[in-house]
């Protein structure tokens, strides 16, 4: 008992004595520039659901499958689990090491000794091997800050990697959705066109017409067939866009037909007084990355000093009759020094690379910051200005169809010649194709604003 109690009074006092740690603490960065960052970063709960404001079933499904789905989630995912694997490695390396072991051994002629010819010697060791490195100068504690912080990161690189992806498969099911409702207006144009032009040509039969309304018409006709194409392409890829972050063959990739973009009952709405960079995991990854950088220093400088390891082993070795007794019990404590103070300049050349890794970590995070403030408020001018040319863009619509109306009207009372209805006809057409590419464009800034923002927004009452 009492040969425990040495090896376990020696641990103690190993541990007693490992209590500094050299490098500096980490201490997160408060402020940059005009940017309060007292806040530490706080998950947003709508970072799973922002995209059911839009009330579209089919694309929650496909959300739902991309993230299960999608490989460079699935990627990110993977490097959380090896992150905090890491992190409970280092964990562990800061406690005492264990194996129990028992082994036998016999042989015959041990040596070169004439007494020991014909001599079969037989032994067995049974017990418990011990070892640790007692971190007196904080190694392995500033490892396990820099492993805790590496894992920590990799997390906010998953949520945000969830982000982008997310809104890229709303990005490109708006872009589908947009084609197809240009796709559906052009053919609708066609139509139109085409009996017009039959119009004309019974017209030209009846010496009323000249070929030169055959020939505005069919300008206008060559104009719209020369556009549908375009459509088609724009919307094969963002359905090819959209089977690639399914991790699917687009041929299989089934969407349902809808000639509509998704929409919100109300607009996008910003809260003056909150501090929205606590919601961005790029910003947050940014910061645990300078944190595991700070560390590192920790872990070199400790370089500079001894480290004290300490092994031992309790238990029984061989005796003439292999019994286990107290004449067989054995126990031995080794304490080791090493220091590397023959290599002071490889030392120090290590840390001073890792003063500079945090350098550039402060710098990357500072960027990141400002990057993040200013894209959040490009979103948001972004935003506004199409919701101005949204509404500017109904406006000239509703206008084109009146003015259609009334020169259909003028055209019947004979008070207006066919050509001026062919014009305000062709100005019809135009401006819903411009419609649509604006309501397209629109679809896409609310995106931006929710990804620049990480979902973490509101909608008001005062239309869309």
């Given at each position: 008992m009492n040969k425990r109690?040495?090896?376990?009074?020696?641990?103690?006092?190993?541990?007693?004595?490992?209590?500094?740690?050299?490098?500096?603490?980490?201490?997160?960065?408060?402020?940059?520039?005009?940017?309060?960052?007292?806040?530490?970063y706080q998950p947003v709960s709508s970072l799973?659901?922002?995209?059911d404001a839009f009330n579209d079933d089919q694309l929650s499904n496909l959300i739902q499958q991309t993230?299960?789905?999608?490989?460079?989630?699935v990627e990110a995912a993977a490097n959380v689990d090896r992150a905090y694997a890491v992190f409970s490695g280092s964990q562990a390396d800061r406690y005492p090491d264990g194996m129990v072991s028992a082994g036998y051994q016999a042989s015959r002629n041990a040596s070169l000794l004439s007494q020991d010819d014909g001599m079969t010697m037989r032994g067995f060791t049974n017990g418990l091997s011990l070892s640790w490195d007692t971190d007196l100068f904080g190694k392995l504690k500033r490892a396990t800050q820099a492993a805790?912080?590496?894992?920590?990161?990799?997390?906010?690189?998953?949520?945000?990697?969830?982000?982008?992806?997310?809104s890229q498969v709303v990005s490109?099911?708006?872009?589908?959705?947009?084609?197809?409702?240009?796709?559906?207006?052009?053919e609708m144009n066609l139509q139109f066109l085409l009996q017009s032009k039959e119009i004309i040509q019974a017209q030209i039969n009846a010496g009323s017409a000249t070929k030169l309304e055959m020939t505005q018409i069919d300008t206008q006709i060559f104009r719209v067939k020369t556009d549908i194409p375009a459509i088609r392409i724009a919307s094969q890829t963002a359905k090819s866009t959209l089977a690639a972050l399914l991790a699917t063959p687009a041929d299989s990739l089934q969407i349902s037909n809808s000639a509509t973009l998704p929409r919100l009952n109300q607009p996008l709405s910003i809260a003056d007084n909150e501090n929205y960079l606590k919601f961005r995991p790029d910003v947050a990854s940014a910061e645990r990355n300078l944190a595991a950088s700070t560390a590192q220093i920790g872990v070199n400088t400790a370089d500079l000093y001894p480290s004290l390891s300490?092994?031992?082993?309790?238990?029984?070795?061989?005796?003439?009759?292999?019994?286990?007794?107290?004449?067989?019990?054995?126990?031995?404590?080794?304490?080791?020094?090493?220091?590397?103070?023959?290599?002071?300049?490889?030392?120090?050349?290590?840390i001073r690379m890792a003063e500079a890794d945090a350098e550039v970590a402060l710098a990357q995070y500072e960027q990141s910051v400002i990057n993040a403030v200013n894209d959040m408020q490009l979103s948001l001018t972004n935003y506004q200005q199409s919701r101005e040319q949204l509404a500017s863009a109904k406006r000239q619509f509703e206008s084109s169809q009146q003015a259609v109306s009334i020169s259909r009207a003028q055209y019947k009372a004979g008070t207006v010649d066919f050509l001026l209805l062919l014009d305000s006809e062709r100005e019809l057409l135009t401006s819903r194709d411009q419609l649509a590419q604006i309501e397209l464009s629109h679809f896409l800034r609310m995106v931006d604003v929710y990804r620049e923002f990480s979902g973490a927004i509101t909608r008001d009452d005062q239309g869309t």
């Open positions: 109690r040495h090896i376990v009074s020696a641990l103690v006092l190993s541990g007693l004595i490992s209590a500094c740690s050299v490098g500096p603490d980490y201490q997160p960065p408060q402020q940059i520039l005009t940017v309060n960052l007292e806040e530490s799973s659901t922002w995209w993230l299960v789905e999608n490989r460079t989630i805790s912080a590496r894992a920590d990161q990799a997390e906010l690189l998953w949520q945000d990697a969830r982000l982008q992806i997310v490109s099911y708006g872009q589908y959705r947009g084609a197809q409702l240009r796709l559906f207006y052009a300490v092994s031992g082993f309790l238990g029984f070795i061989s005796s003439p009759g292999l019994a286990l007794n107290s004449a067989s019990e054995s126990w031995n404590i080794a304490p080791t020094i090493q220091w590397s103070g023959l290599n002071m300049g490889a030392v120090q050349a290590r």
